[in-house]
């Protein structure tokens, strides 16, 4: 087996790490060297449940100890920046769930060793790979739609308190609504459009369903505007139902209004809607097929200095990152 990229995984805090895990073991080219997690009760869940040897309690020692070239962060949220930080210190590649970390000086930080050091950062945003965010693509780039003018996207996630991990809710630990779900769309949007993002006028985040927790704003929206002129507004509150939240309609809405037409794209839907000025009903279009890449080896071909063309790119994860922060700091004021 060829095993050029050795992974250590660092921290398995949120459940989204595990498909990284899984999209790790399965490659021909990758092998799993080393595994930190400093939390007891995690580290035991991680034995009994999915079968992941931990090898280190402390992540300078782990550092010190492994051959890793690249570095697998999962931790909870606040501690991922300093986590990055350390890993490209050392000299590795970096990869994380998302976000990536949580303030603009970290990102500054993580930017700046990145370049110095010739090494790449990746990040789990791979809403992208949907057959259905695709097919969208597909009909925005036609000029089906005309001249683009807004996007409205519906985000809501459940709350599921008690289901979700404790830390979200610790004071310090999320570090914020809007970069935990929207920077999905700071990435996508521009995807989309193929338009770079100009300006966030308006952010804000409240508190609302997590009585119990004051300081957790679990709503939150924001309105944003694209070089081209395009106008998007965005709730990613966390007001979904908690029992069907991921299988409404609702849950990443994306509408898509042009000069001609309009065409909307659910998650949970196996069609895309399309109505045109012309149509005298809507025009419903079957997708299959999404991305076969993914963010994990969109950042192994960027390592191997082959970078996929459209694909995710260090550039692109600290640009999606920096506007999610820049919107999250605009709404915590």
Not at 124 to 147: H, N, Y
Not at 197 to 218: I, M, S, T
Request: proline share 4%.
């Amino acid at each position: 087996m060829n095993t050029s990229h050795r992974v250590a995984f660092a921290g398995f805090r949120h459940g989204h790490i595990l498909s990284l895990l899984g999209q790790v073991k399965a490659h021909p080219d990758c092998k799993i060297v080393a595994a930190y997690e400093g939390d007891p009760a995690t580290r035991a869940s991680l034995s009994s449940q999915h079968g992941v040897e931990v090898t280190h309690t402390d992540f300078a020692r782990m550092l010190a100890e492994s051959d890793a070239s690249i570095v697998a962060i999962g931790d909870v949220y606040a501690r991922r920046g300093a986590l990055a930080i350390a890993a490209l210190r050392a000299g590795r590649h970096v990869i994380a769930d998302k976000p990536l970390c949580t303030s603009l000086e970290e990102l500054d930080e993580i930017g700046r060793l990145a370049t110095e050091k010739k090494l790449s950062v990746g990040c789990q945003l791979d809403l992208v790979e949907s057959p259905g965010i695709r097919a969208l693509k597909d009909v925005v780039q036609s000029g089906t739609l005309g001249r683009l003018c807004t996007i409205t996207i519906t985000a809501q996630h459940p709350l599921r308190l008690g289901v979700r991990p404790d830390w979200y809710f610790e004071p310090g630990q999320h570090g914020g609504t809007i970069n935990d779900i929207g920077i999905h769309i700071f990435d996508f949007v521009p995807w989309l459009t193929t338009q770079a993002w100009k300006e966030v006028p308006l952010a804000r985040e409240w508190n609302a369903k997590a009585v119990g927790f004051p300081h957790f704003k679990d709503c939150a929206q924001f309105y944003a505007l694209t070089e081209g002129g395009v106008a998007c507004f965005s709730d990613v509150s966390y007001l979904a139902p908690d029992t069907l939240g991921y299988d409404l309609p609702q849950y990443w809405r994306i509408t898509v209004h042009g000069t001609a037409g309009m065409a909307e794209f659910s998650y949970a839907s196996k069609e895309i809607t399309v109505i045109t000025d012309a149509d005298t009903a809507p025009q419903t279009r079957a997708h299959s097929g999404g991305g076969t890449r993914g963010s994990w080896q969109d950042l192994l071909d960027e390592i191997s200095g082959k970078p996929a063309v459209g694909g995710l790119t260090t550039a692109r994860v600290l640009e999606s990152s920096r506007w999610a922060l820049k919107a999250q700091s605009l709404a915590s004021k």
